[in-house]
């Protein structure tokens, strides 16, 4: 079983839409979470991490579900700009390793 | 802004030789990560470094694989005998210490690795 899996879309999202994404991890000893951004040929980005509570940045919200073992993006107000894949990172207590999902592509049309 | 430097942003050598990718972290870090990518698939962990010693890798960093922290700011991969499947793109990452409820990492812009 993978350790982080997420939908690989692409999501084909109008600018101005809302737009969710989620991401399931396999092992309960999972102690941090993170969404990064990954541009076309480039290196993943920090957006945010996802933290107990819940938090937001802005047009964006992270959410942690560790009961149903997920967490979520919510992107809202699209930008052409926010086009890029989603990649879910999920690192195991006690470990210094990080599992990387596969990503969620978005394309945000104008 | 500080930022994680990789160096050669593209590498293109020969099966069996060996190469030295070369890493300068953020100044204050303490955590240091290599990463690799094969074009088209997800990205994968392959060791974690701190205080000077590996702390975790991955089944895909074997014997061929080793990495160094030469001086007080470079960190390099060295790949003794390449195949043609570690065609990659490698990524370096470093991280402070533990920061609210996680490790954020900063990764550098990666050296595309090209075996023939």
């Known amino acids: 079983r993978k350790e982080v899996e997420q939908d690989p879309g692409p999501f084909n999202v109008p600018e101005g839409a809302t737009v969710a994404f989620n991401c399931t991890y396999s092992n309960s000893a999972s102690q941090s979470f993170f969404w990064y951004r990954q541009d076309c040929r480039k290196e993943p980005k920090l957006l945010m991490s996802v933290y107990s509570s819940g938090n937001e940045d802005g047009r964006f919200t992270a959410q942690l579900n560790r009961a149903s073992q997920y967490i979520s993006l919510l992107i809202r107000d699209s930008k052409l700009s926010d086009s890029a894949t989603y990649l879910c990172v999920v690192k195991i207590y006690n470990f210094n390793k990080f599992y990387f999902g596969s990503g969620t592509k978005l394309n945000v049309k104008p | 802004e500080p930022e994680v430097t990789q160096t050669p942003s593209h590498q293109v050598t020969q099966m069996g030789q060996e190469v030295i990718l070369r890493c300068v972290p953020i100044s204050n870090h303490l955590y240091f990560y290599w990463y690799r990518q094969i074009l088209g698939q997800k990205v994968e962990f392959l060791v974690s470094?701190?205080?000077?010693?590996?702390?975790?890798k991955s089944e895909i960093f074997d014997d061929q694989f080793s990495v160094e922290r030469p001086d007080g700011s470079n960190f390099t991969l060295k790949i003794r005998s390449t195949k043609l499947e570690d065609s990659a793109m490698y990524f370096c990452a470093s991280s402070e210490a533990l920061q609210r409820e996680g490790y954020e990492q900063y990764f550098g812009p990666g050296t595309r690795l090209t075996v023939t």
């Open positions: 470094f701190y205080n000077n010693e590996i702390s975790e």
